[in-house]
């Protein structure tokens, strides 16, 4: 079988996995999870054998003609490069495993069937993405994905959380992809083609007319697929779906996709010095605002969510910098140990009956509850943090790197010949902030939910078997991954040096030792205060699986604790460390309340004021309209009597009175 027919069939088997699961979920139950593991198990073992085979040497293309369409025809193409390879053994991998932990998870939920399936259609969108190589074929990937977000994400539909959730994922991802849209239609103008390779030779040759605008519409899109600020607000609302969700969401599929785009369009935006300063700046904030909000959640799910939007800031702060090979890099570290930290995140809080770390810090011994949980959460946490060997550690140290030699005006041999020096020292200024700031949520997180001390935590029994060798599998890569691949991968990628340099190592790894103490130092001071100010957890149903426990966590954080972003925990060490400044970090620097108040609270004025001139304007003068005719029917029908000797004598009337006109009018009287 050739490689070109191996890749078609990495996308379209987990496709045909989710129409036969939604086909059988009903009539042959028993059928819904082999549908829902086995295709897209195959699927990663020929992702894997696509990315043996293609071996980061040349790029496989293959493109036959969809359909003409005038000056712009678009293809069914592949394009598979050293980045498509590796990127989609990554999805593979961890589509896999949250199918295999979803089994376990959600085991009693009645909805698991068509949950099954969007995840299938989720995980074929993002391949399709990551092989394709024309742009209407790599859009429709981008909007299943998003369609496929708001089913999963409302998961939980009976509760208001999910419901809104799943809404403003739809809706702000939805606001980038309309200057996308355009964007893309402005690039494939100029190039004459949506082919990827026809795309690139054109920027090669300087063909582009509107290089800047076009990278900034494109750019626009990336921010809200990504969850980049300004389009950052939907990611951390997302965890009111199921947990397994969240980890697909944030490792492999729907933030990835954003940063893939750029990598793989890097030309397009390198074409632009002010596009790649945009770009650096966009980073540099949504490192340090993601950070800061992350020290002072309460949700233990909504901590990790704000952590991914940094790490998507490290990735596109490395492509700010003209070094994508740093970004895929970080991308593929990043997915192995985040898509672990939810899926360990998923058993704690089917554990302890709580998604509240304030709950959990007043819990002792539940770390003995979950002996897979803790130990595979603190490799995660430590890869995270980018603690040496760390899979996390190699690849941040690449993109701190990578922004090293861009402050300081070294050359890449990659497609990236010029980058601003602006670009390169916003971009390092932000990533050792960003490093201390992870570092300290990471420790404020593992101290809180493993070294409580209180009510002893409740006793669930051991976790099923699927999800506990999930966690297991994804740490061997969290643990390994960075230090086996930093050296080999530039032979995929550009071939840009991706080893530490001495600097930024002690910088990064100085900064994150100085957040975790310091976090450490917090807690030990604020430890005192949790006596004085108990919190009980929220208790689930022991009986219940892990699923339903989650979504009764979700539920009943707010009328326990108040708002969900945050807890009003004297013991917390993020509000010590904060100070002034936790209130705002909790609700996310307030962005959500600016946007309602220049987007939301202005689009609901117009609609009422549509409705009202609609009502009472509109309607008033189509019911006027009609009000004539009804009146002068009414009075006909009261002449319409059936009475046979009223219809003579009315006959006989009007005769009298034409015969009386006409000799009036022929006598001339």
Known sequence: ???????????????????????????????????????????????????????????????????????????????????????????????????????????????????????????????????????????VGWEIMGICSYFLVGHYWETPEARAASLKAFLVTKLGDVPFLIGLFALATDAGSFRITR??????????????????????????????FPLHTWLPDAMAGPTPVSALIHAATMVAAGVYFVARLLPVFAASSAALVVLAVMAALTMAGSGLAALAQDDIKRVLAYSTIGQLGYMTGALAVGDRGAAVFHLLSHGAFKALLFLAAGVIIHASGTNSLAAMSRMSHLRARVPDAFWTMTVALLALAAIPPFSGFFSKESVLGAAEHAATGHTLTGPVAHVPAAAGWTVLVAGVLTALLTAAYAARLWLLAFRGEGTEAPDHGRQPLTMTVVLWVLAVPSLALGGLAYGRLPDWFDGDDLAPTLTTSVLGTGAALIGALATYAAWRSARARAARAPLGAVAAHPEADAATVEAEAIASHTPAYGDVASAPDPADPGRLLLGPLHRHAAVGFHLDAVYSALFVRPVRAGARLVRFLDREVVDTYVSGAGALPRLLGAAVRKAQTGNVQTYVSALLAGTVVLVVAVLLVATGA
């Not at 293609?54 to 293959?62: F, H, I, S, Y």
């Not at 961890?94 to 698991?112: E, F, H, M, N």
């Not at 007319?209 to 980049?228: E, F, I, M, N, R």
């Open 1 to 139: 079988m050739t490689t070109t027919t191996l890749a078609v069939l990495v996308p379209l088997l987990p496709f045909l996995g989710a129409a036969a699961g939604l086909l059988l979920g009903r009539t042959a139950p028993g059928f819904v999870r082999p549908l829902a593991v086995l295709p897209t198990l195959t699927a990663f073992a020929l992702a894997v054998l696509v990315a043996v085979r293609q071996g980061g040497d040349k790029t496989l293309d293959a493109a036959t003609r969809l359909t003409p369409t005038g000056s712009v025809p678009i293809d069914l193409a592949l394009h598979i490069d050293g980045f498509a390879a590796l990127v989609a053994v990554l999805v593979g991998l961890v589509a896999t495993c949250v199918q295999l932990y979803s089994t376990g998870y959600l085991r009693d939920d009645p909805r698991y069937p068509s949950y099954a399936a969007l995840v299938s259609l989720f995980t074929s969108a993002m391949l399709l993405v990551v092989y394709s190589g024309d742009l209407m074929m790599l859009l």
């Open 199 to 228: 795309i690139l030779a054109t920027v090669a040759d300087g063909g582009l007319d509107h290089p800047t605008l076009v990278a900034l519409l494109l750019l626009a899109g990336v921010a809200g697929k990504s969850a980049q």
